[in-house]
């Protein structure tokens, strides 16, 4: 005697969907909070290291500058008169045409940095979401071939849910790479070049330092 054919898991898992629909939406709903995250809080900084500087020297644009709203001297260097962590805002500063953002010249913009804090953080969690996407659609697709399912829907919100997942996962790791591998460096110039330019560079940082 010939099984009858099931009329499909799409009506008979209503709870199921509803409920796999939910998690979906916490997954992003926490996605789009982390990202958010980490735009809050601290103002924006640049990292300046002098001995890195002495290699080598960038020369950038104030627009490059223009979120940035402070900047930090990573290693003391006894003529500049700054201490390790000093602060000095960027009212203060005249220097502004001899700062790049490159690690090459060893400074760091915060931006930067929280940029790929924000991707690390859409790698962890897009990973896993795009996971469980792939695995729901696939046991969506097992169960729908074990009942026998005559309902195109079902095979259609299993190939949905795992190209949604393979997308997400496809998504956050390019983005992570790209902001690793972005390069803001601008014109260098040779060592005997940035030699050169230090003692001016010197007289241009004789600015006020907050306590």
């Known amino acids: 005697m010939k099984s009858k054919k099931r009329t499909g898991l799409w009506r008979e ?7 796999m629909m939910i998690l979906f939406l916490l997954i992003s709903t926490s996605f789009l909070w982390a990202e958010n995250l980490c735009y809050e809080n601290g103002k924006v900084e ?17 627009e490059d500058l ?13 003529k500049w008169s700054f201490r390790r962590g000093d602060k000095i805002l960027l009212d203060d500063v005249g220097f502004l045409n001899y ?16 940029e790929i804090k ?15 996407l792939v695995g729901a659609g696939g046991w969506w697709l097992n169960k729908a071939r074990e009942n026998r399912s005559s309902e195109l829907l079902d095979y259609g919100a299993s190939a949905v849910m795992v190209l949604s997942g393979i997308g997400i996962m496809y998504a956050v790791i390019k983005g992570y790479l790209g902001s690793i591998g972005t390069n803001y460096t601008e014109h260098k110039i040779t060592y005997q070049q ?12 004789k600015v006020r330092c907050r306590e």
């Open 46 to 62: 640049l990292l300046l290291d002098y001995e890195a500087l002495k290699r080598t020297l960038v020369f950038t644009t104030y």
């Open 13 to 19: 898992s209503s709870p199921q969907i509803i409920d």
């Open 66 to 78: 223009s979120g940035v709203d402070s900047v930090f001297i990573a290693r003391h260097e006894p």
């Open 99 to 114: 700062v790049g953002m490159t690690r090459e010249a060893g400074i760091f913009s915060a931006e930067r940095e929280r």
């Open 118 to 132: 924000r991707k690390r953080v859409q790698l962890f969690m897009g990973l896993p979401a795009g996971a469980v």
């Open 194 to 205: 940035a030699l050169s330019t230090v003692d001016r560079f010197n007289k241009l940082l």
